[in-house]
Every structure is written in structure tokens, then in C-alpha cells.
């Protein structure tokens, strides 16, 4: 069944859905009409896609980013930008990418290519020292000498 098809369908149970009197059945004719909606294609346009590709580039900066990274992104109306900024502070704006969630993978990708390869284990925590000066190492709340 082709979209044009799928379409006509959807319009005929929802007029018969619109008729029929039973709770049952009404509920009955949403649950097909429902199944049939997720089947037609819709096709996307471009703004659609590049709001998802945002989208899923900012869970990206959330996942990958290394520690001590960060990306800022500034927006204002009709335009956005985006700022890398690394471990010492400095600050580089991205912008040689097309798109906007480009530009934002694009950040991530110098981070990720520029940080030292980062492992944590169970048992590394940071170095600390106690009141005498002496090393303790930090477990998620618990310093132990």
C-alpha cells in the first residue's frame, strides 16, 4: 500500500470513527488508524533534519567531550556560534563548518582528537593529602590514607 493509499485509508476510519458509537469500537479504530499513521512516510525537509542533527550533536558534546572541555554555544536571532574551550582556557570559535550541528561535531572532534586518551578505573581516584601533608587517594566520598 502506497502512501496515497495509506492516506485514504487513514481518512476513511476516521470517519467512520466519527460515526460508530461504542467506546470499543471508537478505540478499536484509533489503535488501526494510529498503525497505519507510523507507516506513511513523511518526507522530512531540510530544517527538520538539521534541528535532529542538533540535537543529537548536543547528547554527543554530553557523551564524548573529554573532561575538562567544554563547548559553549552562543545564539542570538537569526544566527548561532560555536566555542571550543579547552583544559587551559582558551577559546577557539568554530565556524568552517556548513551547519551549525557541524560546527558542534566539529568541536567535539578537535577535543576528542587533541585530549590524551582517558581511562578510569574502579579504583584511580585523584591524589589528595591530608591535614599533614601526606598522600590519600579519593574514592567517590572517601579519603583513604
Known amino acids: 500500500m502506497d502512501n496515497v493509499e495509506q492516506r485514504a485509508h487513514i481518512a476513511e476510519l476516521t470517519e467512520l470513527r466519527r460515526l460508530v458509537p461504542s467506546v470499543c469500537q471508537r478505540e478499536a479504530l484509533d489503535a488501526a488508524i494510529a498503525a497505519l499513521a507510523s507507516q506513511v512516510h513523511v518526507p522530512e525537509d531540510g530544517h527538520a ?4 542533527a542538533i540535537g543529537t550533536a548536543v547528547e554527543r558534546v554530553a557523551e564524548v567531550l573529554p573532561d575538562f ?27 568552517s563548518a556548513d551547519t551549525f550541528s557541524s560546527q558542534i561535531n566539529e568541536a567535539i572532534d578537535i577535543a576528542t582528537a587533541a585530549a590524551p586518551a582517558q581511562e578510569v578505573s574502579e579504583t584511580s581516584g585523584n ?17 583513604k590514607p
Open 49 to 52: 533534519r538539521e534541528v535532529r
Open 69 to 95: 572541555w567544554s563547548v559553549r554555544i552562543e545564539l542570538e536571532r537569526g544566527s548561532g556560534i560555536v566555542y571550543l574551550e579547552n583544559p587551559d582556557g582558551q577559546e577557539t570559535m568554530i565556524d
Open 127 to 143: 591524589e589528595i593529602t591530608d591535614e599533614k601533608g601526606r598522600p590519600m587517594t579519593y574514592w567517590g566520598g572517601k579519603a
